[in-house]
């Protein structure tokens, strides 16, 4: 199966070849860390597009970069491999670069193909391939079937007292929880009025646990890239002071926080849900996901919550810092009179 592991050049040759030969190329592109279930029935759906079907390999550096130390957990040579046995891949490449749109302009596939759970807008070499003539296509993806999953599967089952004990230790240093809004205090629907104006949906259970949680000495602040009232009034009702809305680029942001408060980054925990959190992240002492986060940033944080996003999630991170910081049952106890 080797002889299907090509470089840039030589698939620059099938390509031309095939389409002089009236033949039509399909393309898509990953990281590919464990093959499960979800990659095979994708790759099977994505092969019916292309004559011939060229699937883009990240190199293990590319991956580091994108989600983080801890990945890839196989090596670049032996995802090639795995991916070149499977009978409805043609050829493989591995490519280096953060996105393939340099391939992808190299190569001008006549279909490029994703999965369903990337918004159409958001498709690296999308421009590139339309402007050819070519089209996108977004098949769907299975729900659940993740690496992310498969991992974090295999260390709740042999290793989820070592991790939580890591993840505890980070929380006791937590002196202030930074929240987006949207996806994770929320649902991440936005729904708007006949008005126009914007609606959202809290969960109250949520809303509790941050008053316990600021009752205890614990800071919150909200940071998201939209912009809305409902948000302030939310903040208000809540008592959270540390509002910053319409923020594009986050990490100046958070660096702003850090010195305008006084923290230092091993004192604050981040919880996001999309990609666009991750150069926060990595700056933060403590990283959380939501449940229902992409799946590439749930490959790159120090938690990932059981509970989605505008349900629960942010309550559970609240009780996780709370009991990491011996709190919980002072937090707790007028309940119990």
Same mark, same amino acid.
């Given at each position: 199966?080797?002889?299907?592991? *090509?470089?840039?050049?030589?698939?620059?040759?099938?390509?031309?070849?095939?389409?002089?030969?009236?033949?039509?190329?399909?393309?898509?592109?990953?990281?590919?860390?464990?093959?499960?279930? $979800?990659?095979?029935?994708?790759?099977?759906?994505?092969?019916?597009?292309?004559?011939?079907?060229?699937?883009?390999?990240?190199?293990?550096?590319?991956?580091?970069?994108?989600?983080?130390?801890?990945? !890839?957990?196989?090596?670049? +040579?032996?995802?090639?491999?795995?991916?070149?046995?499977?009978?409805?891949?043609?050829?493989?490449?591995?490519?280096?670069?953060?996105?393939?749109?340099?391939l992808i302009t190299y190569l001008k596939p006549d279909f490029l193909v994703k999965g369903g759970d990337w918004a159409a807008d958001s498709i690296i070499g999308k421009e590139v391939v339309e402007a050819e003539g070519g089209r996108v296509i977004r098949v769907s993806v299975i729900e659940g079937a993740a690496t992310t999953n498969i991992v974090q599967r295999v260390i709740d089952i042999y290793c989820k007292g070592k991790v939580r004990v890591e993840v505890e230790k980070k929380a006791k240093a937590i002196r202030l929880l930074v929240l987006d809004v949207d996806g994770v205090m929320t649902d991440g629907r936005v729904v708007f009025a006949d008005s126009g104006e914007e609606l959202k949906a809290f969960?109250?259970?949520?809303?509790?646990?941050? *008053?316990?949680?600021?009752?205890?000495?614990?800071?919150?602040?909200?940071?998201?890239?939209?912009?809305?009232?409902?948000?302030?009034?939310?903040?208000? +009702?809540?008592?959270?002071?540390?509002?910053?809305?319409?923020? *594009?680029?986050?990490? !100046?942001?958070?660096?702003?926080?850090?010195?305008?408060? $006084?923290?230092? $980054?091993?004192?604050?925990?981040?919880?996001?849900?999309?990609?666009?959190?991750? !150069?926060?992240?990595?700056?933060?002492?403590?990283?959380?996901?939501?449940? +229902?986060?992409?799946?590439?940033?749930?490959?790159?944080?120090?938690?990932?919550?059981?509970?989605?996003?505008?349900?629960?999630?942010?309550?559970?991170?609240?009780?996780?810092?709370?009991?990491?910081?011996?709190?919980?049952? +002072?937090?707790?106890?007028?309940?119990?009179?």
């Amino acid at each position: 199966m080797r002889d299907k592991i *090509k470089s840039r050049e030589e698939l620059k040759e099938i390509v031309d070849r095939a389409r002089t030969e009236g033949r039509k190329v399909a393309f898509t592109n990953g990281c590919f860390d464990l093959i499960h279930v $979800g990659h095979t029935r994708y790759l099977q759906e994505a092969k019916k597009y292309g004559d011939i079907f060229i699937v883009a390999v990240n190199s293990d550096s590319s991956v580091r970069a994108l989600k983080g130390d801890s990945r !890839p957990i196989i090596s670049e +040579d032996q995802r090639a491999e795995v991916l070149a046995a499977l009978g409805c891949v043609d050829y493989v490449t591995i490519f280096s670069e953060l996105d393939p749109l340099k391939l992808i302009t190299y190569l001008k596939p006549d279909f490029l193909v994703k999965g369903g759970d990337w918004a159409a807008d958001s498709i690296i070499g999308k421009e590139v391939v339309e402007a050819e003539g070519g089209r996108v296509i977004r098949v769907s993806v299975i729900e659940g079937a993740a690496t992310t999953n498969i991992v974090q599967r295999v260390i709740d089952i042999y290793c989820k007292g070592k991790v939580r004990v890591e993840v505890e230790k980070k929380a006791k240093a937590i002196r202030l929880l930074v929240l987006d809004v949207d996806g994770v205090m929320t649902d991440g629907r936005v729904v708007f009025a006949d008005s126009g104006e914007e609606l959202k949906a809290f969960d109250v259970k949520d809303g509790h646990g941050i *008053k316990m949680l600021m009752r205890s000495g614990v800071g919150v602040a909200l940071l998201t890239g939209r912009e809305s009232r409902v948000v302030l009034h939310r903040a208000k +009702d809540l008592g959270i002071d540390m509002v910053y809305q319409g923020a *594009k680029d986050k990490l !100046p942001v958070f660096e702003r926080i850090l010195s305008e408060k $006084g923290f230092i $980054g091993e004192e604050v925990c981040y919880v996001g849900d999309d990609i666009v959190d991750l !150069p926060v992240m990595r700056r933060c002492g403590l990283s959380i996901s939501v449940a +229902d986060a992409h799946e590439e940033l749930k490959g790159s944080v120090d938690y990932v919550t059981l509970m989605p996003g505008g349900r629960g999630a942010v309550r559970e991170v609240c009780e996780l810092i709370l009991k990491a910081q011996g709190k919980w049952e +002072d937090a707790t106890s007028r309940y119990w009179k």
